[in-house]
């Protein structure tokens, strides 16, 4: 809007262009291709940020495992950082489909305070349970929304959520059988070593589309 005012005591009239465009400030240039709540949006950019964070964790587990000389649980470890790296991707390919755009947030420095093999798995059992309570709350807000394309790709990450708790419990028990029998613990640091990732590594082309 233009408006034309007198500037007093100057001599002079001056044209103020005020306000411009008040609509402007209200305006979401994503809100019209967006196809999902900006509240969900919001909670997927958390929770890719925790999916990082877990990668980051993981990254520092297997530096301290391969510090420690456990090689082959370290290559476990690094896996497990992929995996996780995957799963904020697929959150990250999943905000694009949906016409929004996925923020990427500062990740918080992982403190590994476990000592031993079995500490280091047992606080990924503790990590794993809190991102699955993560995921239940995401489910729930999909649900909650009737967000029917957000809560099929949230229940990929519950069935994921059930492997992962899984596969640091079995590692736990075989931990619980080696007991404090070195040798024992050389035999799983090889079998350890033999985990691939699954999942695709090549994040060239995250929009799923291409
Ligand atoms: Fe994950
Ligand atoms: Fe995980």
Redesign the pocket.
């Known amino acids: 809007m233009l408006e034309f005012a007198l500037a007093p005591g100057k001599g002079y009239i001056s044209i103020v262009a005020w306000p411009s465009r008040p609509w402007a400030a209200k305006h979401d240039r994503n809100e019209e291709r967006r196809m999902i709540s900006k509240k969900i949006v919001d909670r997927i950019n958390l929770q890719i940020n925790r999916?990082m964070y877990?990668a980051y964790l993981?990254m520092a587990m297997s530096a301290k495992l391969g510090d420690d000389g456990y090689k082959g649980i370290a290559t476990w470890m690094m896996t497990?950082y992929h995996?996780?790296m995957f799963?904020a991707m697929k959150f990250f390919a999943y905000l694009q489909s949906q016409g929004a755009m996925p923020k990427i947030d500062k990740i918080d420095a992982p403190t590994v305070k476990a000592k031993t093999v079995k500490e280091i798995f047992e606080a990924t059992l503790e990590?794993?349970k809190y991102?699955t309570a993560s995921i239940r709350e995401l489910l729930e807000l999909a649900l909650a929304e009737k967000d029917y394309a957000t809560e099929n790709l949230v229940r990929w990450y519950v069935n994921?959520?059930v492997e992962?708790e899984q596969n640091a419990v079995d590692i736990i028990q075989k931990i619980d059988l080696i007991g404090e029998n070195k040798q024992g613990l050389f035999m799983l640091n090889a079998e350890l070593a033999a985990r691939t990732p699954t999942i695709p590594l090549d994040y060239t082309a995250p929009f799923p589309a291409v």
Do not use: D, M, N, R
């Open positions: 999916e877990s993981y497990q995996e996780e799963h990590h794993e991102v994921e959520q992962e």
